[in-house]
C-alpha cells in the first residue's frame, strides 16, 4: 500500500505556477515531512520542510518562491510554487519521517516517499 501520493505535476512555462499535493495515510508519529526534487540521477535536493507540522523551512534555490503547507484534516501536505524557473523542471517527491532528527535536509534522513511527480518548465 502506498503510503504517500503525490499529485498536481505537470508543463508550465516559466513564470508560472503550480501546487503539488500529498496524500498521506501514514500520519501517526511523523515529525517531518518535506519535498525533494531530483533530476534524472543526480542526489535528492531538499525544496521544503515542514517540522512537527508547524516549523518550515526552505532550499535556498526556492526562498520566497515555493511555499510547504499542510491540511491535517486531510492528511495532505502541499507545495505552492510560483515564478517558476526552467531549472526547477525535476522529479518532485514527498518524503516523510517519524522522530526528531538532525540533518533533515537530507533525502537519507526520511523513512518513507511517494513514487514522484513530473514537474516541467519551459522557457
Known amino acids: 500500500v502506498q503510503q504517500l501520493v503525490e499529485s498536481g505535476g505537470g508543463s508550465v512555462q516559466a513564470g508560472g505556477s503550480l501546487t503539488l499535493s500529498c496524500v498521506a495515510s501514514i500520519r501517526t508519529d511523523i515529525y517531518y515531512m518535506a519535498w525533494f526534487r531530483q533530476v534524472s540521477d543526480t542526489e535528492r535536493e531538499g525544496v521544503a520542510f515542514l517540522e512537527n507540522d508547524v516549523n518550515k523551512t526552505y532550499g535556498e534555490s526556492v526562498k520566497g518562491r515555493f511555499t510547504i503547507s499542510i491540511d491535517n484534516a486531510k492528511n495532505t501536505l502541499y507545495l505552492d510554487m510560483n515564478s517558476l524557473k526552467p531549472e526547477d523542471t525535476a522529479m518532485y517527491y514527498c518524503?516523510?519521517?517519524?522522530?526528531?532528527?538532525?540533518?533533515?535536509?537530507?533525502?537519507?534522513?526520511?523513512?518513507?516517499w511517494g513514487q514522484g511527480t513530473q514537474v516541467t518548465v519551459s522557457s
Open positions: 518524503a516523510a519521517r517519524g522522530g526528531r532528527a538532525s540533518c533533515v535536509q537530507y533525502s537519507w534522513v526520511y523513512h518513507y
